[in-house]
């Protein structure tokens, strides 16, 4: 029988889904292969806005402070009327919601902007340090799997390879050839009529970075009556956006794009040149039917394209990617398989909602959403507020819970560990591992089976109050009274926090807690919480 090489995960596609996922599974010690057929990395900064959810994911992969320092808080909206400004307006303005704070159960609140390909490269220097790369000019032309794994056959300049691997992950895009070699539908609509010139383009003439530039004239900022360029930081380049009909498209190039400003705006003072890269696509709103066939999977803009309004697209494709990757890992070291069913069952309805949500967005054009609950208008469209409520790995006991729930994003809270230093829950969850903060008198006989000794899937800790005795050795010290607060304990509870930073478990008093957490983690890792794995 003729062998092939084999690897557990081949990864198809290199943008932010794909590029996650490969780091995801690389700090854990999972061998994989990242191929793309493009022969670089995207060059555009086309998705350009992170939502603070994705932040916290950045914070986790460890490359939160190159994201944060390549970009800059969402900038505010400058109209004009010709050369004379009308009005500056914050991003909450814009939408009706409310404005972004720190808090502590939110450390990074605003939306940050930063080119796509900016963001990319982040990720992939962070998959090199972890010893990974991406194979570029390597395009996947067949599948074919069976009940024990994948054949795939790549080529790479002029060259067949045949690949046997355990699982398969489409990230390629809209256009994905995984989605159509497993034969899943790509349901939805297209706005046919409507059109979206976008592009990264260096600007003479007195415009900041610091904005996004709203080019009208007498103020009309109908999508048919703008031209929108966006400051790009640490770089010399502007976005531009144009919306027009099928009727209007012009030719992409320079000339013909100053056209469009100079006749929609009224000005002439403003050059345009140096058109690093621009593309010229339809809305489409359109969802997979499925997210897995088998041992294939889909994620990011395989499974799920949106208008690009509200910024939600590359937001949601790396949440794809976080939420698969620790599956993938965990069933790969010896969890049951079902496990990898919960993907398509938590992220499916999320990308629904998030396709009806982007939609309406689209048609309000800059208008401000009807009055009602603006700070959770701002946690959903800043992915704060998504959650898995009511999913297979949703386990809440609580009789009457106040504040988070299992399914729900767990909080950050300032506190302090046990040699007294200052620290953040987010810094605690960092990591491949489950987290089990465990309060009041059911914690001992949970924190003894479940200890930190050593590299184990669960890190369990005893959260007590300052100057409270303590009997465990591993114990945070809720400084401020933020945790046992944001996770509204009120008595003796164990909560258990997924390695993506949703609370999986959560029980109070009256709980067979030592059981119930046995169930649980029997579905979610090896050994039942005892497996040794890598964290780097």
């Known amino acids: 029988m003729t062998r092939f090489p084999e690897v557990p995960v081949l990864i198809v596609g290199a943008g932010p889904a794909g590029l996650t996922?490969?780091?995801?599974?690389?700090?854990?010690?999972?061998a994989f292969r990242i191929v793309d057929k493009a022969d670089r990395l995207f060059i555009g900064s086309r998705g350009k806005g992170l939502q603070p959810r994705t932040l916290e994911v950045f914070h986790d992969l460890e490359v939160i402070d190159d994201i944060l320092a390549a970009g800059a808080p969402f900038p505010g909206f400058r109209c004009y009327d010709g050369d004379r400004v009308l009005w500056d307006r914050s991003l909450g303005q814009m939408l009706g919601i409310s404005e972004p704070a720190v808090t502590p159960d939110v450390p990074y609140p605003s939306a940050w902007i930063i080119p796509q390909w900016r963001t990319d490269e982040i990720l992939q220097a962070r998959l090199s340090r972890l010893g990974g790369k991406v194979e570029l000019s390597t395009e996947l032309i067949a599948i074919e799997q069976d009940?024990?794994?994948?054949?795939?056959?790549?080529?790479?300049?002029?060259?067949?390879?045949?690949?046997?691997?355990?699982?398969?992950?489409?990230?390629?895009g809209g256009r994905s050839f995984v989605r159509k070699a497993i034969g899943v539908g790509f349901e939805g609509e297209t706005f046919e009529t409507e059109r979206t010139i976008i592009g990264d383009v260096r600007v003479d003439g007195p415009l900041d970075h610091e904005h996004c530039h709203l080019l009208t004239r007498a103020g009309n900022t109908s999508s048919s009556g703008r031209f929108s360029l966006w400051g790009l930081p640490g770089t010399d380049y502007f976005q531009l956006v144009v919306n027009i009909t099928d009727e209007e498209t012009p030719p992409l190039t320079l000339g013909e794009l100053q056209s469009v400003l100079e006749e929609r705006s009224g000005r002439t003072d403003l050059r345009l040149h140096d058109l690093r890269w621009v593309s010229l696509y339809r809305v489409n709103v359109r969802m997979a039917d499925r997210f897995r066939v088998g041992r294939v999977f889909l994620a990011g803009d395989a499974a799920h394209v949106h208008s690009s309004a509200g910024g939600q697209g590359l937001n949601a494709s790396v949440q794809d990617a976080y939420n698969l990757g620790w599956k993938l890992a965990s069933v790969l070291a010896g969890a049951p398989e079902e496990l990898l069913d919960t993907y398509e069952a938590e992220r499916f309805p999320i990308a629904a909602d998030l396709l009806g949500l982007t939609t309406r967005w689209h048609r309000q054009d800059f208008a401000s959403p009807p009055s009602g609950?603006?700070?959770?208008?701002?946690?959903?469209?800043?992915?704060?507020?998504?959650?898995?409520r009511g999913g297979p790995l949703s386990w809440d006991d609580r009789n009457a819970a106040i504040g988070v729930r299992a399914g729900d994003r767990a909080p950050d809270a300032p506190c302090h560990d046990v040699d007294g230093r200052a620290t953040h829950l987010f810094d605690v969850f960092r990591g491949t591992h489950f987290t089990l903060l465990a309060f009041g008198g059911q914690a001992q006989e949970v924190l003894a089976q479940y200890g930190t000794g050593g590299d184990h899937w669960v890190r369990a800790y005893q959260v007590v109050h300052p100057g409270r005795s303590h009997e465990h050795q591993a114990y945070l010290v809720d400084s401020d009274g933020y945790i046992n607060r944001h996770f509204g304990i009120q008595s003796s509870s164990i909560v258990l926090i997924r390695p993506d930073g949703y609370i999986g478990l959560a029980m109070g008093d009256g709980t067979d807690c030592l059981n119930r957490l046995r169930d649980y983690l029997a579905l979610t890792i090896p050994g039942k919480g005892h497996a040794p794995h890598n964290d780097h």
């Open 373 to 388: 609950d603006h700070q959770g208008s701002s946690h959903t469209m800043f992915q704060l507020s998504l959650h898995y």
């Open 147 to 172: 009940l024990d794994g994948v054949t795939a056959i790549l080529s790479s300049n002029g060259h067949h390879e045949r690949l046997r691997v355990r699982y398969l992950v489409g990230t390629d």
């Open 21 to 30: 996922l490969a780091c995801d599974l690389g700090r854990r010690g999972i």
